[in-house]
């Protein structure tokens, strides 16, 4: 699939700046906020010329890809219809002090994007661009071949989708590391090393083999 | 920029009663640790600072969790510098409560009170006050709102969700002023800039990693919607974390093991990795540490004043467990040499 349009669930720190990469690299780029598609357009409009603000079902209809920006507590309230089929890029991360007690978030043997593919069970969920921090995506975000460029890790079940994150991951201005399988991405959420690490593709690699959780 | 706009900039300190070490490395009590901070203020005060600004936190690591009765100690000491809250954590406080504090404050200081109302980036005063974290959007939405009508100083009739009615309720003491000087802090959220350029209050914005130059949309964001709404645009400021030295090494020296305790105890709970000292340097030279020399931080202070056109610079300092005296000489050589270096930096003619 050639793909050509990214939507964006999520129009906060972290979306914005998904925004502003992927317009730079030359998608069509439609957004959504929690509320109306108004109520962010003059946001849009500002931080991120170009991209369409819309009501999250119609990111969710329109677009070719859809990453999940949204507070991971609110995983239930995306549209769930609409996204059928899709493939979706869960960049979302579980944040007690926004998320709140959620044991469901929080099983040590679960990652949290399983629980997300569990619940949009007819799309094709991979992580990524969950494990870096919004204003190191913003300020890292490098040409291919450019020295220091740093990498992104991957997490997904399907080769096809894999390939087709890869290479949305370079576009956007990373080095791409698939680290294997969704409940692999386990390995990149809070709590371990690779949380918020923005280093380059053969440290990331090298966090990875080294997994511990750190506690 | 013209002499006229440079005067107009003020220079701040910010702090959260960050717990210092004596010179054996023994860490100050709470008690200790507050007047180690109302000692900073007299200083502060004494060297011209314009602003002084202290946010309430309610955990171990953070002395200060009732701003405005350490400023109300501050404002006995002290003429002339500016008594700020950054922030009162309005969510998970009372706005009628909070608009009596500071206008008591204001009447204590002669009209030097401010208010940076926030969200807070961390939440522990939502249990401790029996507030539910996901009322987070909804208790700041409502408090803002009912906040600004407080301001007006004339009765208030007002209704929510979170909080009880108000009938005709008029809040005591007015202002001298006539205003309660109120500004909202932003870490970065979009809709923070809208929401209080609907209200029509000024922003300080919380810059405390990556570069600076990438707010600059962002306070783009705030004027334009103050335009839609119909509000005054007002100056921005911003507050960043720093230390200043004698030189770059020992800046660096003093505060790395600093701010690495500060920031692995609170990634600990967040769920971050330990930060290494490559990230360290690299928000240092790159970043929004402003580390190092006296030089060195003048520079990169004009340089971000410069690239957001902001009116207000707030520099945070102490962060982590740091020596006291090191932070009674770094307040000295903001006021005395930075300061003035930064004015001096601003006044040349850009190439």
Do not use: C
């Amino acid at each position: 699939m050639n793909i050509k349009t990214i939507g964006i669930i999520g129009a906060g720190k972290v979306g914005i700046v998904l925004a502003q990469l992927a317009l730079k690299a030359g998608y069509q780029v439609f957004i959504a906020g929690s509320a109306s598609a108004d109520k962010i357009a003059l946001t849009v409009s500002v931080l991120a010329p170009g991209a369409i603000a819309l009501t999250s079902k119609e990111v969710a209809e329109r677009s070719d890809v859809i990453i999940l920006a949204i507070p991971l507590g609110k995983y239930q309230q995306l549209p769930k219809d609409e996204l059928d089929g899709k493939l979706v890029i869960d960049a979302m991360n579980y944040w007690w002090e926004i998320d709140g007690d959620r044991p469901d978030l929080t099983n040590p043997g679960v990652s949290s994007s399983e629980v997300v593919q569990q619940y949009l069970s007819q799309s094709r969920v991979v992580k990524a661009f969950n494990h870096i921090g919004y204003h190191d995506l913003h300020d890292e975000s490098r040409p291919e071949g450019a020295s220091n460029r740093k990498a992104i890790a991957i997490a997904g079940d399907s080769a096809e989708d894999i390939r087709e994150v890869t290479q949305i991951v370079n576009n956007l201005g990373f080095d791409p590391v698939f680290i294997g399988k969704l409940s692999e991405g386990i390995k990149l959420q809070p709590g371990g090393q690779v949380f918020g690490a923005h280093v380059d593709a053969p440290q990331l690699r090298q966090m990875i083999k080294n997994f511990a959780i750190i506690k | 920029m013209t002499d006229k706009e440079i005067a107009k900039i003020k220079f701040g300190l910010d702090s959260f009663g960050d717990i210092p070490v004596d010179e054996n490395g023994k860490l100050f009590t709470h008690a200790e640790a507050i007047r180690q901070v109302i000692k900073e203020a007299v200083l502060a005060d004494k060297l011209g600072i314009d602003v002084i600004a202290l946010g309430e936190h309610h955990r171990p690591d953070f002395s200060i969790s009732s701003p405005e009765t350490v400023l109300a100690a501050i404002a006995g000491q002290t003429k002339n510098i500016k008594l700020a809250s950054g922030v009162t954590v309005l969510s998970s406080d009372d706005p009628v409560r909070v608009f009596e504090r500071f206008s008591t404050l204001d009447a204590v200081s002669n009209g030097r009170a401010q208010v940076i109302l926030g969200r807070g980036s961390f939440t522990e005063s939502f249990p401790l006050f029996g507030y539910e974290l996901t009322d987070y959007e909804t208790l700041f939405a409502e408090k803002i709102e009912l906040f600004t009508q407080l301001l007006k100083e004339k009765p208030v009739t007002w209704q929510g969700t979170k909080r009880a009615p108000l009938d005709n309720a008029d809040v005591y003491p007015k202002t001298e002023s006539g205003h309660l000087d109120t500004l909202v802090g932003v870490g970065g959220s979009p809709q923070s800039m809208v929401r209080a350029a609907h209200y029509g209050l000024p922003v300080v914005l919380a810059i405390i990693g990556g570069s600076p130059e990438r707010f600059v949309p962002y306070i783009d964001l705030y004027k334009r919607a103050a335009k839609e709404f119909g509000t005054e645009a007002h100056p921005v400021g911003m507050h960043s974390p720093g230390f200043i030295a004698d030189s770059d090494k020992e800046a660096r020296d003093i505060a790395w093991p600093a701010h690495k305790k500060n920031f692995d105890r609170i990634g600990k709970t967040r769920g971050w990795s330990p930060i290494t000292r490559d990230h360290f340097i690299n928000e240092v030279e790159n970043g929004s540490l402003y580390i190092g020399s006296v030089e060195t931080v003048a520079q990169k202070i004009a340089k971000a004043i410069k690239a957001l056109g902001v009116q207000r610079f707030d520099l945070v300092y102490g962060g982590g467990p740091m020596p006291a005296s090191a932070r009674l000489k770094m307040v000295q050589l903001y006021g005395e040499k930075v300061i003035p270096r930064v004015r001096e930096l601003l006044a040349e003619k850009s190439e």
